[in-house]
């Protein structure tokens, strides 16, 4: 079936960019997604990306996408104490179908 | 625009009871899907309802079972709950049409449930 892996951890200093990774399987997936979540609360889109871009930048954010390798990266410029949170990727095929991986937790460093 | 609501956010039950939870989509969209969110499983999803009826199902006993309204407020119920029941249940709604480009999940702020 379908999978999303993510590494589980990522520290960094702020003021540093975070980079956090996410492998997808399903070779019909349209778009690719990052959610964020801080402690209790659901999940927040952050951004996408369409499966026939390769990249997308918003702000401090900034999606890769290698679909022949089946990889999607975020990148945070800047990262500050606020980003501290769960980040979760997530991919959708044709049908209604979201797939999510693990979350990466973040954790900023002052 | 109000986001997606869920009530109750929080709730302590003992073995054995049973939990009804309930989601408010934001206005217009017509799909509910229904997250169960543990530390050791991660984001599992349970069930999606589109216009009253039941799209998808994901991999969950039949004590876990749902039910959307015509106004696409939906409920979920778990009944004889055990203490891996503990956990966030998220709702996030959508449009719900198929192949009408992102469609972009809005998730609620989830209803925390413990079993004691």
């Known amino acids: 079936g379908e999978d999303v892996e993510q590494s589980l951890f990522l520290s960094v200093r702020e003021g540093d960019s975070s980079v956090i990774n996410c492998t997808y399987t399903?070779?019909?997936?349209?778009?690719l997604y990052w959610y964020k979540q801080e402690p209790g609360a659901g999940l927040q889109l952050l951004t996408y990306i369409f499966s026939n871009m390769d990249m997308k930048q918003d702000q401090r954010l900034t999606v890769l996408l290698n679909k022949k390798d089946k990889h999607l990266s975020l990148r945070i410029a800047d990262t500050q104490t606020g980003d501290s949170a769960i980040y979760f990727c997530a991919e959708k095929d044709y049908g209604q179908n979201f797939v999510f991986g693990p979350g990466t937790r973040l954790s900023v460093l002052p | 625009k109000a986001g997606v609501t869920q009530t109750p956010r929080y709730l302590i039950k003992t073995r054995g009871q049973q939990v009804t939870l309930s989601c408010s989509p934001i206005s217009g969209h017509r799909s509910v899907s229904w997250y169960q969110q543990t530390p050791g499983q991660g984001l599992q999803f349970l069930f999606e309802y589109f216009s009253e009826t039941q799209r998808n199902k994901g991999n969950f006993p039949g004590r876990f079972s749902g039910r959307q309204f015509s106004n696409s407020r939906s409920e979920m119920n778990v009944s004889t709950l055990e203490l891996g029941d503990s956990a966030l249940y998220l709702c996030?709604?959508?449009?719900?049409?198929?192949?009408?480009?992102?469609?972009?999940?809005?998730f609620g702020a989830g209803s925390r449930l413990t079993v004691l």
């Open positions: 399903d070779s019909s997936s349209t778009y």
């Open positions: 996030a709604s959508t449009t719900g049409q198929v192949l009408s480009g992102a469609n972009v999940l809005t």
